[in-house]
Protein backbone atom coordinates (compact mmCIF):
# COMPACT_ATOMS: atom_id res chain seq x y z
CA UNK A 1 0.00 0.00 0.00
CA UNK A 2 1.42 3.44 -1.37
CA UNK A 3 1.52 6.77 0.53
CA UNK A 4 -1.83 7.59 -1.26
CA UNK A 5 -3.25 4.39 0.18
CA UNK A 6 -2.36 4.74 3.75
CA UNK A 7 -3.57 8.66 3.16
CA UNK A 8 -6.83 7.27 2.04
CA UNK A 9 -7.17 5.16 4.31
CA UNK A 10 -6.21 6.88 7.40
CA UNK A 11 -9.12 9.68 6.10
CA UNK A 12 -11.45 6.51 5.40
CA UNK A 13 -11.10 5.16 9.07
CA UNK A 14 -11.22 8.73 10.17
CA UNK A 15 -14.53 9.30 9.66
CA UNK A 16 -16.20 7.42 11.70
CA UNK A 17 -13.96 9.25 14.88
CA UNK A 18 -13.96 12.89 14.58
CA UNK A 19 -16.96 12.90 16.89
CA UNK A 20 -15.52 10.90 19.28
CA UNK A 21 -11.86 12.91 18.99
CA UNK A 22 -13.91 16.46 19.23
CA UNK A 23 -15.58 14.90 22.08
CA UNK A 24 -13.03 13.64 23.91
CA UNK A 25 -10.54 16.92 23.23
CA UNK A 26 -13.91 19.11 24.70
CA UNK A 27 -13.57 16.87 27.47
CA UNK A 28 -9.93 17.26 28.35
CA UNK A 29 -10.50 21.57 27.71
CA UNK A 30 -13.52 21.71 30.11
CA UNK A 31 -11.52 19.45 32.56
CA UNK A 32 -8.45 21.67 32.24
CA UNK A 33 -10.91 25.09 32.67
CA UNK A 34 -12.84 23.84 35.69
CA UNK A 35 -9.40 22.75 37.25
CA UNK A 36 -7.21 25.53 36.34
CA UNK A 37 -5.38 27.38 39.46
CA UNK A 38 -6.22 30.60 38.21
CA UNK A 39 -10.02 30.14 39.68
CA UNK A 40 -8.82 29.36 42.97
CA UNK A 41 -7.88 33.27 44.04
CA UNK A 42 -11.64 34.31 42.26
CA UNK A 43 -13.14 31.46 44.71
CA UNK A 44 -11.46 32.64 47.98
CA UNK A 45 -12.60 36.33 47.01
CA UNK A 46 -16.38 34.71 46.53
CA UNK A 47 -16.26 32.72 49.85
CA UNK A 48 -15.06 35.46 51.82
CA UNK A 49 -17.58 37.52 50.42
CA UNK A 50 -20.32 35.08 51.01
CA UNK A 51 -18.73 34.36 54.99
CA UNK A 52 -19.33 38.21 55.67
CA UNK A 53 -22.69 37.88 54.44
CA UNK A 54 -23.20 34.88 56.70
CA UNK A 55 -21.57 36.93 60.00
CA UNK A 56 -23.53 39.64 59.45
CA UNK A 57 -27.17 36.84 58.43
CA UNK A 58 -26.34 35.69 62.17
CA UNK A 59 -25.80 39.39 64.07
CA UNK A 60 -29.18 40.31 62.38
CA UNK A 61 -30.79 36.66 63.22
CA UNK A 62 -29.63 37.44 66.92
CA UNK A 63 -30.99 40.83 66.98
CA UNK A 64 -34.64 40.08 65.99
CA UNK A 65 -34.22 36.88 68.39
CA UNK A 66 -33.42 39.32 70.85
CA UNK A 67 -35.93 41.76 70.38
CA UNK A 68 -33.11 44.90 69.63
CA UNK A 69 -34.69 48.10 68.85
CA UNK A 70 -31.72 47.92 65.83
CA UNK A 71 -32.85 45.32 64.49
CA UNK A 72 -34.83 46.89 61.60
CA UNK A 73 -31.73 48.89 61.11
CA UNK A 74 -29.89 45.95 60.57
CA UNK A 75 -31.78 44.14 58.43
CA UNK A 76 -31.49 47.49 56.11
CA UNK A 77 -27.48 47.04 55.76
CA UNK A 78 -27.89 43.72 55.27
CA UNK A 79 -30.32 43.67 52.63
CA UNK A 80 -27.71 46.40 50.52
CA UNK A 81 -24.95 44.31 51.93
CA UNK A 82 -26.37 41.46 49.97
CA UNK A 83 -26.90 43.49 47.00
CA UNK A 84 -23.24 44.82 46.62
CA UNK A 85 -22.44 41.38 47.32
CA UNK A 86 -24.34 40.34 44.43
CA UNK A 87 -23.51 42.32 41.80
CA UNK A 88 -19.51 41.96 43.22
CA UNK A 89 -20.12 38.14 42.95
CA UNK A 90 -21.30 38.58 39.65
CA UNK A 91 -18.10 40.23 38.16
CA UNK A 92 -16.31 37.52 39.83
CA UNK A 93 -17.52 35.14 37.99
CA UNK A 94 -18.25 36.46 34.99
CA UNK A 95 -13.78 36.94 35.51
CA UNK A 96 -14.08 32.62 35.78
CA UNK A 97 -15.87 32.38 33.02
CA UNK A 98 -13.47 34.29 30.77
CA UNK A 99 -11.16 32.27 32.12
CA UNK A 100 -12.40 28.93 31.65
CA UNK A 101 -13.17 30.01 28.04
CA UNK A 102 -9.51 30.99 27.25
CA UNK A 103 -7.89 27.46 28.66
CA UNK A 104 -10.43 25.94 27.04
CA UNK A 105 -9.63 27.40 23.69
CA UNK A 106 -5.53 26.92 24.54
CA UNK A 107 -6.43 23.47 25.08
CA UNK A 108 -7.84 22.57 22.07
CA UNK A 109 -5.48 24.25 20.41
CA UNK A 110 -2.85 22.07 21.02
CA UNK A 111 -5.46 18.89 20.94
CA UNK A 112 -5.98 19.65 17.13
CA UNK A 113 -2.54 20.35 16.64
CA UNK A 114 -1.28 17.07 17.95
CA UNK A 115 -3.89 15.16 16.05
CA UNK A 116 -3.12 16.95 12.75
CA UNK A 117 0.29 16.51 13.44
CA UNK A 118 -0.59 12.51 13.69
CA UNK A 119 -2.37 12.18 10.79
CA UNK A 120 0.81 13.52 9.26
CA UNK A 121 2.98 10.92 10.52
CA UNK A 122 0.75 8.26 9.47
CA UNK A 123 -0.34 9.61 6.14
CA UNK A 124 2.76 11.89 4.78
CA UNK A 125 2.27 14.13 2.28
CA UNK A 126 -1.03 12.97 0.01
CA UNK A 127 0.39 15.36 -2.76
CA UNK A 128 4.28 14.22 -2.80
CA UNK A 129 4.60 10.13 -2.41
CA UNK A 130 8.10 9.83 -0.69
CA UNK A 131 10.38 7.06 -2.74
CA UNK A 132 13.40 5.38 -1.01
CA UNK A 133 16.08 4.38 -3.22
CA UNK A 134 17.77 1.35 -3.13
CA UNK A 135 21.36 2.56 -2.38
CA UNK A 136 19.35 4.60 1.10
CA UNK A 137 18.89 1.06 2.41
CA UNK A 138 21.94 0.23 3.83
CA UNK A 139 22.78 -2.38 6.05
CA UNK A 140 22.88 0.63 9.07
CA UNK A 141 19.73 2.21 8.17
CA UNK A 142 17.85 -1.15 7.98
CA UNK A 143 19.19 -2.46 11.32
CA UNK A 144 18.19 0.99 12.65
CA UNK A 145 14.44 1.13 10.71
CA UNK A 146 14.09 -2.85 12.10
CA UNK A 147 15.20 -1.94 15.53
CA UNK A 148 13.18 0.80 15.69
CA UNK A 149 10.09 -0.63 14.67
CA UNK A 150 10.38 -3.60 16.59
CA UNK A 151 11.17 -1.94 19.78
CA UNK A 152 8.98 1.28 19.11
CA UNK A 153 11.87 3.13 19.89
CA UNK A 154 10.70 6.35 17.98
CA UNK A 155 12.98 8.80 19.64
CA UNK A 156 15.55 7.08 17.46
CA UNK A 157 14.08 8.37 14.47
CA UNK A 158 16.80 11.46 14.39
CA UNK A 159 19.74 9.05 14.38
CA UNK A 160 17.84 7.11 11.31
CA UNK A 161 17.77 10.22 9.35
CA UNK A 162 21.26 10.41 10.04
CA UNK A 163 22.12 7.14 9.10
CA UNK A 164 19.76 7.94 5.78
CA UNK A 165 21.86 10.94 4.78
CA UNK A 166 25.45 9.17 4.91
CA UNK A 167 23.80 6.54 2.77
CA UNK A 168 22.77 9.30 0.51
CA UNK A 169 19.58 9.81 1.08
CA UNK A 170 18.91 13.85 -0.23
CA UNK A 171 14.88 13.89 0.46
CA UNK A 172 14.23 16.65 2.55
CA UNK A 173 11.15 16.15 3.41
CA UNK A 174 11.82 12.82 4.79
CA UNK A 175 15.01 13.75 6.45
CA UNK A 176 13.04 16.63 8.25
CA UNK A 177 10.24 14.27 9.09
CA UNK A 178 12.35 11.54 10.97
CA UNK A 179 14.25 14.33 12.14
CA UNK A 180 10.59 15.98 13.85
CA UNK A 181 10.42 15.23 17.61
CA UNK A 182 6.87 13.14 17.72
CA UNK A 183 5.96 10.14 15.93
CA UNK A 184 3.42 7.38 16.11
CA UNK A 185 4.11 4.07 15.57
CA UNK A 186 2.43 3.75 12.18
CA UNK A 187 4.66 6.40 10.96
CA UNK A 188 5.05 6.71 6.96
CA UNK A 189 8.52 7.40 6.86
CA UNK A 190 9.40 4.82 8.60
CA UNK A 191 7.25 2.45 6.95
CA UNK A 192 8.58 3.78 3.67
CA UNK A 193 12.32 3.11 4.46
CA UNK A 194 10.99 -0.36 5.65
CA UNK A 195 9.72 -0.87 2.15
CA UNK A 196 6.27 -1.61 4.14
CA UNK A 197 3.92 1.29 2.88
Not at 7 to 23: K, N, V, W, Y
Not at 35 to 48: F, N, R, S, Y
Not at 53 to 81: C, F, N, P, T
Not at 161 to 168: M, P, S, W
Request: glycine content about 6%; hydrophobic content about 35%.
Amino acid sequence: MGPHDTHRCAITHGRRLPDLSRSISHARADHSAEHTPELEPIEDQIAGINGEIAVSQRKYDDAVWRGMSGAALMGEELRQQREQADEIIRALRGEQQAIRERVQKDVLRTEWAAQTDLLRCIAGNPFREITVHPSWRSETVLTLARGIDHDQALDRMPILADALEEAGCDDVDLLAHCRCPHHTRHCHALAAVLGTA
